[in-house]
C-alpha cells in the first residue's frame, strides 16, 4: 500500500460532524436516562467545510437530535468542524478550548458544564 492509498484510508475512517450527531442521537435513544432531568435545547453551529447547525433537544419525553436551528435554543455552542472533531476524538480538552476561546457559549452557562452528558 502506497502513502497514497494510506492517506485515502486514513480519510474514510474519520467522521464528519453530521456522522457525530447521528451517533449522538442514537446513545441518547438507547441511553435517555443518561440526560434526565436537564430539560433544555442545545443548539450547534459548527463552522468550516464540514460543519452545520444541529440541535439537541432535551425537553420532550425522549431525547431529539436535529439538523438545523432551533427557534427557542437555551444554549448555543459555536466552534470549528476542526476543533469540534478534536473534542470528541479526545485529542482538545473542551474546558481548554473554551478558556482558548475556540469554543463559544450563548445562553445558560450552566447548561454548558452539562455538555459532556451528551457529547461524552
Known sequence: MGAHDRHRKDKSMS?????????????LTADPAKVA????????SITGDGGGEWNVDLTGEAPKVSDGAHENANCTVTMTDEDFMGIIDGSLNAQMAFLQG?????GDMSLAMKLQKILG
Open 102 to 106: 475556540k469554543v463559544k457559549i450563548q
Open 37 to 44: 432531568g436537564i430539560n433544555a435545547v442545545y443548539q450547534f
Open 15 to 27: 467522521k464528519t460532524a453530521a456522522e457525530v450527531f447521528q451517533d449522538i442521537s442514537a446513545k
